[in-house]
C-alpha cells in the first residue's frame, strides 16, 4: 500500500510560481512512476507530468510543457512539480499518482493523494 499526501497549493498571481510536493509512505518509493494530474471544474482529469523510479524518464504534457518540472527524491520519498509563469486557465485541483508502470491515463494509477487546490488570480 502506498500512502500520497500532497501539499504546495495555493493562490497565486499570473505569471507566479508553485512547487508542488508529494510525499509518500512505503520503501520502494523509488520502484514506483510517479505523476502528476489536475482537474479544473467542470473538467475531466488532465495528465500534466510523470517522472520515472530513477528520475532519468520525465513525460510533460503539452499545455504545460515549458512551464514546469517534475523531480523526485528517493530518499525523502517525495516528488515535486514546479510550475512558473502560472495562469487562470491553470486552476484546477492538483494530484499526484503512482504505479509500476507509466501511462498518461489516470485510470491506470493505483494510488492516489488526496489533491492540492491551485487558484491562479488574473
Known amino acids: 500500500q502506498v500512502q500520497l499526501v500532497e501539499s504546495g497549493g495555493g493562490l497565486v498571481q499570473t505569471g507566479g510560481s508553485l512547487r508542488l510536493s508529494c510525499a509518500t509512505s512505503?520503501?520502494?518509493?523509488?520502484?514506483?512512476?510517479m505523476a502528476w494530474f489536475r482537474q479544473a471544474p467542470g473538467k475531466e482529469r488532465e495528465f500534466v507530468a510523470a517522472i520515472s523510479g530513477s528520475g532519468v524518464r520525465r513525460i510533460y504534457a503539452d499545455s504545460m510543457k515549458g512551464r514546469i518540472t517534475i523531480s523526485r527524491d528517493n530518499a525523502k520519498n517525495t516528488v515535486y512539480l514546479q510550475m512558473n509563469s502560472l495562469k487562470p486557465e491553470d486552476t484546477a485541483v492538483y494530484y499526484c499518482?503512482?504505479?509500476?508502470?507509466?501511462?498518461?491515463?489516470?485510470?491506470?494509477?493505483?494510488?492516489w493523494g488526496q489533491g492540492t487546490q491551485v487558484t491562479v488570480s488574473s
Open positions: 499518482a503512482a504505479d509500476r508502470q507509466y501511462s498518461g491515463r489516470g485510470a491506470d494509477y493505483d494510488y
Open positions: 512505503g520503501r520502494t518509493f523509488s520502484s514506483y512512476f
